[in-house]
């Protein structure tokens, strides 16, 4: 072990740890990539309980979350602490929310800048990162240029398990200030069910109305739902 992280592990106590429970020393030694999903979660919890070290602490909240890591990107601090996990306190749970957010954003923002829309799959592709693990309904806008290149991303509205209301006036306001020439409407369905409703067919058709009128063209409208989507443009709804 270097000098450096000698120093560390003494500072830190991880000396004191069992060998298995070190996935800060081994981050160090080994690289992030070497730790497993149960380690990096209890770097980020830090500390355990009296009777669970942090490693035995993120291994009983994946079991929680079926060991996937959709799911628990999905759960708000409230029900982390639902779980009543010894050690798993709010400022914990506020933590953990706070970095699988970010991971999400990460995710979406990576390939988004400039990236060409060819098709409803790419679209989708490059949706998918803002609301396939939402617990409720939210509306969002691909805006694109001439060359169906992305310009940017935008939430236009949050709503609840069932629905979400989408202002037709402030999706095309923010397409004209982008100076956007085509846009793609997405939204997601907490429940699973991929098939529109009536009312995502007729906001679908005054967008498509509202955009001929302002030379703005919309392309497609998106429902996402888990890992799959449906494309009213590929089903001739649009």
Do not use: C
């Amino acid at each position: 072990m270097s000098k450096k992280l000698s120093a560390y592990a003494v500072k830190s106590g991880i000396k004191s740890w069992a060998e298995e429970d070190r996935p800060r020393e081994k981050l160090l030694s080994k690289g992030v990539a070497a730790l497993s999903d149960t380690e990096l979660i209890a770097i980020l919890l830090r500390t355990g309980s009296r009777d669970l070290t942090a490693v035995d602490t993120a291994r009983q909240l994946l079991s929680k979350a079926e060991y996937d890591l959709d799911v628990l990107a999905r759960m708000t601090v409230t029900d982390l602490m639902d779980f009543g996990i010894k050690g798993l306190g709010l400022t914990k749970a506020i933590t953990l929310v706070a970095a699988l957010e970010l991971g999400r954003r990460r995710q979406a923002a990576a390939p988004r800048r400039q990236s060409q829309v060819k098709d409803s799959k790419s679209a989708f592709e490059l949706l998918a990162p803002y609301l396939s693990d939402k617990a409720h309904e939210e509306f969002w806008i691909m805006l694109l240029n001439q060359n169906h290149r992305v310009l940017d991303v935008q939430q236009i509205s949050i709503g609840g398990l069932t629905g979400t209301v989408a202002d037709v006036r402030k999706v095309f306001e923010q397409a004209l200030k982008l100076k956007a020439t085509a846009i793609i409407l997405v939204h997601n369905h907490p429940s699973g069910n991929l098939q529109p409703s009536g009312a995502d067919v007729e906001l679908t058709r005054k967008m498509k109305q509202a955009g001929a009128t302002l030379d703005i063209r919309v392309l497609d409208h998106l429902i996402i739902a888990d890992k799959s989507y449906y494309s009213f443009a590929d089903e001739g709804m649009l």
